[in-house]
């Protein structure tokens, strides 16, 4: 069972940058399905459902949500068992509960923004204010 805890979150001005970590209790390699796994950075804010920000595969290939494209860049460094979601040009919109997940890639097609996560972290808080 993979334990996912998130930090970095906080409170920064519109425009300002954060980044948030996510260390995970085993190695990812532990995760791999049939095509690799996914980890992935997700949010919800107030009132809103979750939506998928950023995701990068056990390849490194990566996927970002349209909102965020140019703005965050999501990297994973598998020897200190850390996700990364570095945050720029931060808007009041992206203010949100961040959670990091992990989940194993059993289908060859399955895009990581669109897979079921088994593994979630509990949340860090971004406050973005204008």
């Known amino acids: 069972q993979v334990q996912l805890v998130e930090s970095g979150g906080g409170s920064v001005q519109n425009g300002g940058s954060l980044r948030l970590s996510c260390v995970a209790s085993?190695?990812?390699?532990?995760?791999?399905?049939?095509?690799?796994?996914?980890t992935a950075w997700f949010r919800q804010a107030p009132g809103k459902e979750r939506e998928g920000v950023a995701a990068?595969?056990?390849?490194?290939?990566?996927t970002y949500v349209d909102s965020v494209k140019g703005r965050f860049t999501i990297s994973r460094d598998n020897f200190k068992r850390t996700l990364y979601l570095q945050m720029d040009s931060l808007k009041p919109e992206d203010t949100a509960m961040y959670y990091c997940?992990?989940?194993?890639?059993?289908?060859?097609?399955?895009?990581?923004?669109?897979?079921?996560?088994?593994?979630w972290g509990k949340g860090t808080l971004v406050t973005i204010s204008s």
């Open positions: 990068i595969r056990s390849d490194t290939t990566t």
């Open positions: 997940a992990a989940a194993r890639r059993n289908r060859k097609y399955d895009p990581c923004l669109g897979i079921e996560y088994g593994y």
């Open positions: 085993e190695d990812f390699a532990s995760l791999y399905g049939a095509y690799g796994y996914c």
